[in-house]
């Protein structure tokens, strides 16, 4: 019986450890995809305890929280941080099963070497403990990124952002990752959004343009495409609950636009002729600029009307959607292939249905000199757990080169997340050792370890910033 956590942890055979233990366990971590806030790096404040570090923001726990009947004063509401703390510590032995539970207790490991159990019974122990060295030097965003040995983190910005935090973190010497901004025009595309005229009042300041018609609004987001590649800017992303596409002309456009402006109701024909024209103009500017193109595609968020009202979007009530995806993804990267305007693409699917659909997608297009110019993305939120990972990765090699992966992302809001890429490593270790005990892989330990080197990190280095 092996031990919980142990070294050998999802190593299921001497290939698999020996893989993690030359070439993946202390390999940098390249985090393309993120929502860590550049702000609160550059800060670099200590927390005030484990459950600020831990649970704010975290919509993961909150989600399983609420699932074990927690009620939400413990979860977004008034109640104390050390009742939060306890309320979470009550769901986690619940937890078996689920990614939450490893990524707990490996992350307890990690940062503040602990390897009890978290329950209710322990709770306080573990409260006192980590408080207690959070409140010491090394505690702190800063060095928990030097710890995960992060070298670059792409955040996920809105193009009114006047990206000061990245330009201070740019200029400070004394930090070695690299903290990248990453366009994501959720503003400029949701136009049915009560938000979409205040967004444009944000668009027109930041950019010096006045911001009243169409064209205005297509320049403001070249100017702010512009702005973003002096700052270091390598990659947009982009929230498509419906990968839905239509040829569309400007004027097409541009009357929908102007039907919003005026107040009229949008139709569901008018927002798919809107979406089309401007995501494929962005599609252009990105090319133009060499950046990479993120679509995460299929969820469909903000379920529960009553708790959106009451304490906001994006806090937990997501899920998956079964909508089709292949035919309009086909339309769309073949109309910015038509001319010549496709950018390099990562293709990220909510529904695991959608494996295979996106894997030979992405063998569809292609350029000479770019390895993998379209990939297929790790498995993302509700499938980055072992089953989804190992079903991600075996799909990407039956009908790709798994060699030439990206690897993975942490997608989260906290700074001691990276745990998943380790966790990640793991599996993927784990599946190139089977292969070779089974005799479907060689076994030739200096090629295996390259091509974990490669997912692990040199990858997506090179994907995301060689030009």
Same mark, same amino acid.
Not at 135 to 153: A, C, H, M, Q, T
Not at 163 to 185: C, N
Not at 416 to 422: N, V
């Given at each position: 019986?092996?031990?919980?956590?142990?070294?050998?942890?999802? =190593?299921?055979?001497?290939?698999?450890?020996?893989?993690?233990?030359?070439? &993946?366990?202390?390999?940098?971590?390249?985090?393309?995809?993120?929502?860590?806030?550049?702000?609160?790096?550059?800060?670099?404040?200590?927390?005030?305890?484990?459950?600020?570090?831990?649970?704010?923001?975290?919509?993961?726990? +909150?989600?399983?929280?609420?699932?074990?009947?927690?009620?939400?004063? =413990?979860?977004?509401?008034?109640?104390?941080? +050390?009742?939060?703390?306890?309320?979470?510590?009550?769901?986690?032995?619940?937890?078996?099963?689920?990614?939450?539970?490893?990524?707990?207790?490996?992350?307890?490991?990690?940062?503040?070497?602990?390897?009890?159990? !978290?329950?209710?019974?322990?709770?306080?122990?573990?409260?006192?403990?980590?408080?207690?060295?959070?409140?010491?030097?090394?505690? *702190?965003?800063?060095?928990?990124?030097?710890?995960?040995?992060?070298?670059?983190?792409?955040?996920?910005?809105?193009?009114?952002?006047? /990206?000061?935090?990245?330009?201070?973190?740019?200029?400070?010497?004394?930090?070695?990752?690299?903290?990248?901004?990453?366009?994501?025009?959720?503003?400029?595309?949701?136009?049915?959004?009560?938000?979409?005229?205040?967004?444009?009042?944000? =668009?027109?300041?930041?950019?010096? =343009?006045?911001?009243?018609?169409?064209?205005?609004?297509? &320049?403001?987001?070249?100017?702010?495409?512009?702005?973003?590649?002096?700052?270091?800017?390598?990659?947009?992303?982009?929230?498509?609950?419906?990968?839905?596409?239509?040829?569309?002309?400007?004027?097409?456009?541009? &009357?929908?636009?102007?039907? #919003?402006?005026?107040?009229?109701?949008?139709?569901?024909?008018?927002?798919?002729?809107? #979406?089309?024209?401007?995501?494929?103009? !962005?599609?252009?500017?990105?090319?133009?600029?060499? +950046?990479?193109?993120?679509?995460?595609?299929?969820?469909?968020?903000?379920?529960?009307?009553?708790?959106?009202?009451?304490?906001?979007?994006?806090?937990?009530?997501?899920?998956?959607? *079964?909508?089709?995806?292949?035919?309009?993804?086909?339309?769309? !990267?073949?109309?910015?292939?038509?001319?010549?305007? /496709?950018?390099?693409?990562?293709?990220?699917? /909510?529904?695991?249905?959608?494996?295979?659909?996106?894997?030979?997608?992405?063998?569809?297009?292609?350029?000479?000199?770019?390895?993998?110019?379209?990939?297929?993305?790790s498995a993302w939120w509700f499938n980055d757990h072992i089953d989804g990972m190992e079903q991600q990765m075996k799909t990407?090699?039956?009908?790709?080169?798994?060699?030439?992966?990206?690897?993975?992302?942490? *997608?989260?809001?906290?700074?001691?997340?990276?745990? #998943?890429?380790?966790?990640?490593?793991?599996?993927?270790?784990?599946?190139?050792?089977?292969?070779?005990?089974?005799?479907?892989?060689?076994?030739?330990?200096?090629?295996?370890?390259?091509?974990?080197?490669?997912?692990?990190?040199?990858?997506?280095?090179?994907?995301?910033?060689?030009?």
């Amino acid at each position: 019986m092996k031990k919980f956590l142990g070294d050998h942890f999802l =190593l299921s055979n001497e290939t698999a450890v020996h893989l993690y233990e030359k070439a &993946a366990k202390d390999t940098p971590i390249f985090d393309f995809h993120c929502h860590l806030s550049p702000k609160e790096v550059w800060e670099n404040k200590p927390f005030e305890n484990i459950t600020q570090l831990w649970l704010a923001g975290d919509h993961y726990k +909150w989600r399983l929280m609420r699932m074990h009947g927690v009620s939400e004063s =413990l979860i977004t509401g008034e109640a104390s941080d +050390w009742e939060k703390f306890q309320a979470w510590a009550k769901t986690v032995p619940h937890l078996i099963g689920n990614p939450l539970f490893h990524w707990t207790h490996m992350e307890l490991k990690k940062y503040f070497g602990i390897e009890k159990l !978290l329950t209710p019974e322990t709770a306080k122990e573990i409260w006192d403990e980590c408080n207690e060295k959070l409140e010491s030097p090394g505690y *702190d965003p800063r060095s928990f990124i030097e710890k995960s040995n992060v070298l670059f983190i792409g955040t996920t910005d809105d193009p009114a952002s006047d /990206l000061r935090y990245h330009k201070l973190l740019k200029e400070d010497d004394s930090f070695k990752a690299t903290i990248a901004p990453t366009f994501r025009p959720d503003g400029a595309l949701f136009i049915e959004r009560p938000a979409f005229t205040d967004w444009l009042g944000k =668009l027109a300041s930041v950019s010096g =343009l006045n911001v009243e018609s169409f064209n205005d609004l297509l &320049a403001g987001l070249q100017n702010r495409v512009d702005f973003f590649n002096e700052n270091g800017g390598r990659a947009s992303d982009h929230d498509i609950p419906k990968m839905v596409y239509k040829e569309t002309t400007k004027d097409e456009a541009e &009357a929908v636009f102007n039907k #919003r402006i005026s107040g009229e109701e949008l139709t569901s024909e008018d927002l798919l002729a809107y #979406r089309s024209f401007v995501l494929k103009e !962005l599609g252009k500017m990105y090319a133009e600029k060499e +950046w990479v193109m993120q679509l995460h595609m299929g969820a469909i968020r903000n379920n529960n009307t009553a708790m959106k009202e009451k304490i906001g979007s994006d806090t937990g009530f997501d899920s998956i959607g *079964d909508g089709d995806v292949a035919e309009g993804l086909s339309h769309f !990267l073949d109309a910015l292939e038509q001319e010549s305007a /496709l950018p390099r693409t990562v293709l990220f699917n /909510l529904n695991r249905k959608d494996n295979d659909v996106l894997a030979t997608m992405m063998g569809n297009f292609f350029e000479e000199g770019i390895r993998g110019k379209v990939q297929l993305g790790s498995a993302w939120w509700f499938n980055d757990h072992i089953d989804g990972m190992e079903q991600q990765m075996k799909t990407f090699a039956s009908v790709g080169l798994l060699g030439h992966f990206i690897g993975m992302l942490t *997608d989260s809001r906290s700074f001691i997340s990276y745990t #998943r890429h380790d966790y990640f490593r793991r599996i993927l270790c784990n599946i190139l050792g089977e292969w070779v005990e089974q005799g479907k892989a060689p076994n030739s330990s200096a090629f295996l370890e390259q091509m974990v080197r490669n997912i692990g990190y040199d990858n997506a280095k090179s994907y995301f910033l060689e030009r």
